[in-house]
């Protein structure tokens, strides 16, 4: 492979790479027991997962009742310390992710986690499942000022990955995801198992749906990238 941009896969975290659900919805009832609430049904707080710690801890202060009882910053520490001890214990990394970043790695991609999920939870997150190895680098929801749905992100990871924004595509589950990379223009593929909504990842407007990351490398090498860089 020649040329002096390194191709690159920009990829979420959460209902993208693990099945985090579990953790946070573990985290989430813990904080509200502290508070003196009833914990939420997984679905209600699988629904909040995807802009960041603070809007979650703040639409589920909302859904249990809480918003005007319980102060925001305080609740959000609570919630930290619960799921410091959550963090990688109930949830799951989904079928195919392993053996998908290690033929993405074997093909020349260079691989970075793009996430909104604050930098201490994630890298913890990404070495208790064995999945840092497979990155070469993180961008967390406090590595800059701004997260996604901020194109900064993606911008930040082509820059540190050498890679031109021509030969990255984003990997990721959600609208959030989606309305970042088209501020990025970069391309987005979809996994169709992540944290959609209640649209479901069908309706989202994305350049392509994936059942499993096994199908990345040929995806992306009959799409552009790879004939591009040589």
């Known amino acids: 492979m020649t040329g002096a941009s390194c191709p ?35 679905d209600t707080v699988t629904g909040f997962i995807g802009n960041g710690v603070a809007n ?9 009742g809480m918003s005007e009882r319980c102060d925001i910053e305080g609740a959000l520490r609570v919630f930290e310390r619960h799921y410091a001890d959550t963090n990688g214990q109930f949830g799951r990394v989904f079928p195919g992710v392993v053996a998908g970043l290690r ?13 909104n999920k604050p930098q201490a939870l994630a890298a913890a997150l990404l070495t208790r499942t064995g999945l840092a190895r497979y990155l070469d680098l993180l961008v967390a ?13 993606y911008w930040h990871a082509c820059r540190l990955l050498d890679s031109e924004p021509a030969h990255c595509v984003v990997v990721g589950d959600s609208p959030v995801d989606v309305a970042a990379a088209r501020a990025a223009a970069l391309p987005v593929f979809i996994v169709s198992y992540g944290y959609a909504g209640e649209s479901g990842a069908h309706a989202l407007r994305c350049d392509a749906l994936i059942d499993s990351f096994e199908a990345l490398p040929a995806m992306l090498a009959q799409r552009w990238l790879l004939a591009d860089s040589e």
């Open 8 to 42: 690159a896969v920009l990829i979420d975290l959460d209902g993208t790479m693990v099945d985090t659900a579990p953790d946070i919805a573990a985290a989430v009832g813990r904080m509200l027991e502290d508070l003196d609430a009833a914990p939420l049904p997984l």
């Open 141 to 153: 929801g406090d590595t800059l000022a701004t997260m996604k749905p901020s194109p900064q992100p």
């Open 56 to 64: 979650l801890v703040r639409r589920s202060l909302e859904a249990a």
């Open 103 to 115: 033929a993405l790695r074997e093909s020349g991609y260079r691989c970075a986690c793009v996430t």
